[in-house]
């Protein structure tokens, strides 16, 4: 797999975002070791270094929820930070299609872990709604990303972001209490044998690639449509 573009990856800014140290050097050690004059704190490193990280916001969504139903507000809020903190990342690595909605849902995911921090009455709902939208947009991101590595002839990163952008939507209708009916089920478990595709390097055919990004599209819009409708009820307070 090829992720050839270099980014810029602040260590410092991995860490308050709730990644451990021992990631953090990981990181370290795969970068080039150069310095940016303007960010003493950054390296230059390689894209494929975030690639492990790609379903951690799926695990701070998980833990915001659970604190949340303990009434553990800040814990709750804590965990929120680290989910805003990744779509403020992804969208520094975003195409242009999908920058708006990275950016609407960490608004979403900041406003609504400062509401909790001061102690405000945040509803259920609202909660829900912050996280499906953030799935929603990380789901584009990745959809997009597929997109272009078609273009380039890059099938595995390709796979890679199509089954990324595949589990984003899962959670996301999860967070929506929207149930997909089993002609999705199965596209969806198509998307996740990608994973051992990958694994064992088999080669990917362009044309299937170009028929699932079709069906992503769709499905990817479907709830972007679903939480527009119902977006109302989820922000209302």
Do not use: C
């Amino acid at each position: 797999m090829r992720m050839k573009r270099t980014s810029v990856l602040a260590i410092a800014a991995l860490l308050g975002a709730g990644l451990s140290s021992a990631r953090a050097a990981e990181a370290a050690k795969d970068t080039k070791g150069e310095k940016l004059k303007d960010s003493p704190s950054s390296l230059v490193v390689e894209d494929e270094v975030w690639y492990p990280w790609r379903f951690e916001p799926m695990t701070w969504e998980h833990n915001a929820r659970m604190h949340y139903r303990q009434h553990e507000e800040q814990a709750a809020a804590n965990e929120l930070r680290k989910a805003e903190s990744w779509l403020k990342f992804a969208r520094g690595h975003a195409l242009p299609e999908s920058r708006k909605a990275l950016d609407s849902a960490a608004s979403d995911l900041h406003f609504l872990a400062a509401d909790l921090e001061q102690g405000n009455v945040v509803k259920a709902d609202r909660l829900d709604y912050a996280l499906a939208r953030a799935d929603e947009a990380l789901a584009q991101w990745h959809y997009f990303k597929a997109r272009d590595s078609v273009a380039r002839l890059e099938e595995g990163d390709a796979a890679m972001h199509l089954r990324t952008a595949a589990r984003y939507l899962e959670h996301a209708a999860t967070s929506a209490r929207w149930e997909y009916g089993p002609e999705t089920t199965t596209f969806f478990e198509d998307m996740d044998e990608y994973g051992r595709v990958l694994d064992e390097g088999t080669t990917i055919e362009p044309d299937l690639l170009a028929s699932h990004l079709t069906a992503l599209e769709s499905e990817i819009n479907r709830m972007a449509t679903t939480l527009d409708e119902t977006a109302k009820k989820y922000v209302a307070d």
